[in-house]
């Protein structure tokens, strides 16, 4: 029988065959997690390819680091950060692994510099001020070098100048630092162009050594005979010439510094190179002092306190100083029992004249020995005298002294002896001394009975005088006065003496008018002298 159209097994519609399922095929829902891993996976190479280097630092101490917080950063542009920090295996420093991106491995090179910035307070300069509102980070500083490097050592304050500043440094070699610091500053005429980079003490103890940097354009006035000297606060010296105050500037005064200047005979000298080695001064007048090619060095034997007399004082040749003090020592002569003061002096012959009057042939010091010699035979001793009254400082003058005894110079014994003369208030003490020795020896206690004998025997005279000649004296004084009297008496004006005077001198009178007028008569008539008065014979 057959089925009605439509049900199954009908002619009418077609017989289902089955398909086989394969194994391989893939569903739709399965694709959305497929692309998931394709992304993560695309993600993760790319993280990969573009993470940055990864560097380790020490630090002393882990002060201002945090992990996962504290930046690097290189021109104050982040360019890592640091991802642990841990005690190193002896527990004495701090090791930071840091992060840095990709742009920056280029800028890890072997002397790159890393520091950690925080406020900071120190040879007069104020840094991380910024960082009291922010927080502490890594500073960096890229080095010059091609050689990369992952590991360093960072540094405990932050760099004086950054690597590829202009400029040049050098090396300075003193007795010790002063009131210096890394920072300080340098002047070159009282212009602020540098500062101290770094210092150390030398290995044997007895100097520092410090690096100064001179920024670009005063380098080049730092020359091959450049001098260095501490102008830290202000310098107040006592010396022969009396006070002196100096200072550089106020920074100067209140943090200290250096300073440097070339002089005036060499300032045309060649640009000292980098690195290049100085010495420095304790001060200006020291560093300035001229420096002489040529140095005698000579011993002077004094007998007499030297109080006053330092080591540095000037020795002084008619005004020009041609030497210094070099040492002054003290010396026991076994033989006389006495002491001695052996002074040593760096002479300069170049400070000589060099050449003889006009006329002369050659230099005077061409025989130094010879020269010495002569000089000392016509007289030339040293000698001290005071330099200041106010400071009591001495110096060493040599001096020509023609009538000082004969001398010469001795060569046998190293360094060769000078001869010497007291000084002026030595020869005063001198003289009073020889003038007291020649008092004490004159006889005042046979001079005291001589003259007790002599005042007795005037007391013998005076009682003498007293009962036999002042008797006299009297009677005859008052005689004298009796005669004045009589005489004083006589010549009043109302006395008869003078009365009877008065009238022999108007006798006198009429008698020489009587005289006048016969002169007149007789020089009118000179015949009267024969003939006699006309008017008689009439």
Do not use: C
Request: overall charge neutral.
């Amino acid at each position: 029988m057959a089925k009605p159209p439509g049900q199954p097994g009908s002619p009418d519609v077609p017989e289902a065959i089955a398909t086989p399922r394969s194994r391989w095929r893939m569903q739709i829902v399965w694709l959305v997690p497929l692309i998931a891993v394709l992304i993560g996976g695309w993600l993760a190479v790319k993280a990969i390819m573009e993470q940055g280097p990864a560097v380790t630092i020490s630090f002393e101490t882990g002060e201002g680091l945090e992990a996962g917080k504290t930046k690097i950063k290189f021109k104050n542009v982040d360019i890592g950060v640091v991802k642990s920090v841990t005690l190193s295996g002896d527990h004495r420093r701090v090791i930071a692994t840091a992060e840095l991106s990709k742009d920056a491995t280029n800028l890890l090179v072997d002397d790159t510099r890393f520091w950690v910035v925080r406020p900071r307070i120190s040879g007069g300069t104020v840094s991380g001020i910024g960082t009291l509102l922010s927080g502490s980070f890594v500073g960096m500083d890229v080095g010059t070098s091609t050689k990369p490097r992952r590991d360093y050592t960072g540094l405990e304050s932050p760099p004086v100048f950054a690597i590829g500043v202009p400029g040049r440094e050098f090396v300075l070699k003193g007795a010790d630092m002063g009131s210096l610091d890394v920072g300080s500053p340098i002047f070159y005429r009282r212009l602020q162009v540098g500062q101290i980079v770094s210092y150390q003490l030398d290995p044997d103890g007895k100097g520092v050594t410090m690096r100064v940097f001179v920024n670009a354009p005063y380098e080049k006035y730092v020359r091959s005979d450049t001098r260095f000297w501490q102008a830290s606060g202000i310098d107040v010296s006592l010396d022969t010439t009396g006070v002196k105050v100096n200072t550089e500037s106020l920074v100067a005064i209140l943090i200290g510094g250096l300073a440097f200047q070339t002089p005036d005979q060499t300032a045309d000298g060649a640009e000292a190179a980098p690195n290049a080695e100085f010495a420095l001064y304790h001060d200006r007048a020291e560093a300035m002092k001229q420096h002489d090619r040529i140095v005698d060095t000579y011993a002077l034997v004094f007998r007499e306190s030297v109080r006053g007399l330092v080591v540095g004082a000037p020795v002084d040749f008619f005004g020009i100083v041609v030497g210094e003090v070099a040492a002054i020592n003290t010396r026991f002569d076994p033989v006389t029992k006495q002491f001695s003061i052996p002074v040593e002096i760096r002479l300069f012959p170049e400070r000589f004249t060099s050449r003889y009057m006009k006329g002369g042939k050659g230099r005077i010091t061409d025989d130094p020995q010879r020269l010495a010699q002569t000089l000392v035979d016509h007289g030339l001793r040293a000698q001290l005298r005071t330099g200041n009254l106010l400071t009591g400082q001495l110096y060493i003058a040599l001096d020509f002294f023609p009538n000082a005894p004969k001398a010469k110079v001795d060569w046998t014994v190293t360094p060769p002896e000078i001869p010497t003369i007291p000084g002026g208030l030595q020869s005063m003490q001198n003289s009073v001394t020889s003038l007291l020795a020649k008092l004490n020896q004159i006889p005042f206690g046979g001079i005291g009975k001589g003259a007790q004998k002599t005042l007795a025997d005037a007391d013998s005279l005076l009682k003498q005088l007293r009962t036999d000649v002042v008797p006299q004296a009297r009677d005859t004084l008052a005689a004298a006065q009796t005669t004045l009297n009589s005489a004083n008496s006589t010549l009043q004006p109302d006395s008869p003496l003078a009365q009877n005077t008065t009238d022999a001198m108007n006798e006198l009178a009429r008698t020489a008018a009587a005289f006048r007028t016969l002169a007149d008569y007789l020089e009118r008539h000179p015949e009267a002298l024969i003939r006699g008065k006309v008017e008689d014979k009439k």
